[in-house]
């Protein structure tokens, strides 16, 4: 069995499953946000009664993350109700925006949106998030309502979108009928050049299959290329497994997996305890593709799909408008300071956004010195619009008040972000080119698509 059906059966309670089976899984942990979990709620209440209670509060993870920093009162409202259930179930794991248990949340929007507005539970977007919190282990299963779930798959876990219905299932159940997926390998070998980075190898991978190529299917990363990848890379080629249609994103598990998630577990106090897989020696792919990583340059998936490959050294002639580094995908501490090692010293001359992901990365780039400078200060002195308001920002567009989001038709943005179907960061007839946050940098510095090598 592959790694993704290793852990399926183990789920189901059987000794074996192979792809196309039927079969019902218990869920380790469901995890939903503010967008989908007033919705999940609603199912959850309609279908198990006004006061039931979830099947196990222990394994709900509620984060709010995506349309926080904005007037919109529906969206203030949407965080409502999430604390308001929380505090019914008796939730442990909400990570509130603010830290009144009976508050009620209002962004401030004359404060200005650089200056933090939240307080000391907030944890930012929920996949990066998950892990840093303490809620990803290997060899389990994670639902949750957001399609780019399958991140946490590079923890050695089967981790999948899911929506509000099947979500309001789990929440009542601890239980989902799952198709079991076929699986595709993608072979690892080597280690990373200078300027290249792991979203290099998410966008050569899409670009190689499609943007539907391995749709309902598991997509399986191993081999001794692996090795060189840290968590925060790993963690970028899972994410993006969804933009090839994929039902997920696995790695195996090794010492990096298990230092990573110990160290979580024990800081926050959740499970600690957990069981990796390994996969059989026999294992059945549909797919089969050996990545050099040596051999990989800098990519760009150009609008309007995740699948438009082209290199980034062959664009020089695209001009930009504008770029942002964030995102689950592209706002880690490594990004930044890749994002940071291209732009020290330098001025971009585009309007450039940084987004980071979760409030401990604002904290990691305000207090790591590089000289007399903090990464904060560096990218400021560059000329990026850094924001204390971690969270998902412009990554979906969001309302019309977000951080970065486009509002203007035509725009050109290059982004360190995951998607990039028409209308994704806002206006509909904007284009945004996807690229590792190190080519963000190199083309924020020159206002056209440049490799970093360049620069
Ligand atoms: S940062 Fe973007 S991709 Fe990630 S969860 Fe938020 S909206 Fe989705």
Redesign the pocket.
């Known amino acids: 069995m592959t790694l993704t059906e290793k852990i399926l059966a183990r789920a189901a309670g059987k000794s074996s499953v192979q792809a196309g089976d039927n079969i019902w899984v218990n869920a380790d942990v469901l995890m939903t946000?503010d967008v989908c979990g007033p919705g999940t709620i609603g199912v959850f209440k309609r279908e198990f009664g006004k006061t039931a209670k979830v099947w196990n509060r222990e394994r709900v993870v509620i984060i709010p993350?995506?349309y926080i920093f904005t007037a919109d009162s529906k969206s203030n409202r949407n965080v409502d109700i999430l604390r308001d259930f929380s505090r019914e179930q008796n939730l442990p794991y909400f990570y509130d925006v603010i830290d009144d248990p009976n508050g009620q949340w209002k962004y401030d929007a004359a404060k200005g949106n650089l200056k933090r507005q939240y307080g000391s539970n907030y944890a930012g977007?929920?996949?990066?998030a998950l892990p840093a919190k303490g809620h990803t282990r290997p060899g389990e299963v994670l639902f949750g309502t957001?399609?780019?779930t399958c991140?946490a798959g590079a923890f050695n876990e089967f981790a999948t979108g899911i929506g509000n219905t099947d979500a309001g299932f789990v929440m009542g159940t601890g239980k989902l009928l799952i198709k079991v997926p076929e699986t595709m390998r993608f072979r690892l070998e080597g280690k990373l050049q200078p300027g290249v980075m792991a979203k290099d190898v998410i966008l050569h991978v899409i670009g190689e299959i499609g943007f539907d190529g391995a749709t309902y299917r598991a997509m399986q990363f191993d081999g001794p290329g692996v090795a060189s990848l840290s968590m925060d890379d790993r963690m970028t080629i899972a994410?993006m497994a969804i933009e090839a249609g994929g039902k997920n994103g696995i790695f195996p598990f090794d010492s990096r997996t298990a230092e990573y998630v110990d160290a979580r577990t024990r800081l926050n106090g959740t499970k600690a305890s957990y069981e990796p897989v390994e996969a059989d020696a026999q294992q059945t792919f549909v797919y089969e593709l050996v990545v050099d990583l040596d051999k990989l340059e800098p990519t760009v998936a150009c609008h309007p799909d995740p699948g438009q490959r082209k290199k980034a050294k062959d664009m020089g002639a695209t001009k930009l408008d504008r770029a942002y580094v964030?995102?689950?995908?592209g706002?880690k501490t490594s990004d930044f300071v890749e994002f940071a090692r291209v732009l020290r010293g330098k001025k971009v001359v585009i309007d450039t956004f940084g987004v980071p992901?979760t409030p401990d990365i604002v904290r990691d780039l305000q207090s790591t010195r590089w000289g007399d400078k903090t990464i904060w200060q560096i990218l400021e002195d560059a000329g990026v619009r850094m924001t204390e308001n971690a969270?998902?920002?412009a990554?979906?567009g969001?309302p019309v008040d977000t951080f970065g989001r486009i509002n203007q038709a035509g725009l050109k943005c290059i982004s360190a972000?995951?998607?990039n179907f028409p209308g994704r960061m806002g206006d509909k007839e904007s284009q945004v080119f996807l690229a590792s946050p190190a080519t963000v940098a190199a083309s924020a510095l020159t206002g056209r698509i440049t490799d970093p090598r360049d620069v």
């Open positions: 946000h993350d995506h977007v929920c996949h990066a957001d399609s780019h991140m994410n964030g995102s689950c995908t706002g992901a969270g998902c920002a990554c979906l969001g972000t995951n998607r």
